[in-house]
């Protein structure tokens, strides 16, 4: 890589950082406000000198708990800090997290389990829901809907 690149790169991602632990301090809390707040500030700081549709190489993912049915979280594609990409992956986010929020998202531990919450039916909907918007998440950026389903099938 060179290096203006990357040291212009590590200065957005560090304001990022700032700017985000401020507000969380301050007791902005909230996934979907995490999300806007997480937008609005990556954009900001990509427009103080950058075009705000040019490709910086920075990524990010979000991720969805899944353990109780495949033993980890679930990641969304990567997507470019873009206004294009930011919307994507919100996107993508909401529909996780929507199909997710069938069952209990909260903690769990052995005493409060996802078993003891919810009956086999609940949990068995839950996981179609989130693994047919996990799949559709991949397959609309390109990825092989039936080489995604695979992978998650050997998770189970």
Excluded: M
């Amino acid at each position: 890589s060179h290096l203006p690149t990357v040291l212009g790169q590590l200065e957005v991602l560090l304001s990022v950082q700032r700017r985000t632990q401020a507000f969380e301090a301050a007791g902005w809390s909230g996934q979907e406000r995490h999300w806007q707040l997480f937008q609005s500030i990556l954009l900001e700081e990509v427009a103080k000198g950058l075009d705000a549709e040019q490709d910086l190489g920075i990524r990010f993912v979000a991720h969805v708990p899944a353990k109780f049915w495949v033993g980890k979280v679930l990641q969304t594609p990567r997507f470019a800090v873009t206004s294009e990409g930011l919307e994507q992956g919100l996107n993508a986010w909401r529909r996780l997290v929507k199909a997710r929020g069938l069952v209990h998202t909260g903690h769990t531990n052995r005493h409060t389990s996802l078993r003891l919450r919810h009956d086999p039916g609940q949990l068995e909907e839950a996981w179609c829901c989130l693994r047919e918007a996990y799949l559709d998440v991949w397959a609309e950026v390109g990825h092989d809907r039936g080489k995604v389903a695979r992978h998650i099938k050997a998770l189970e």
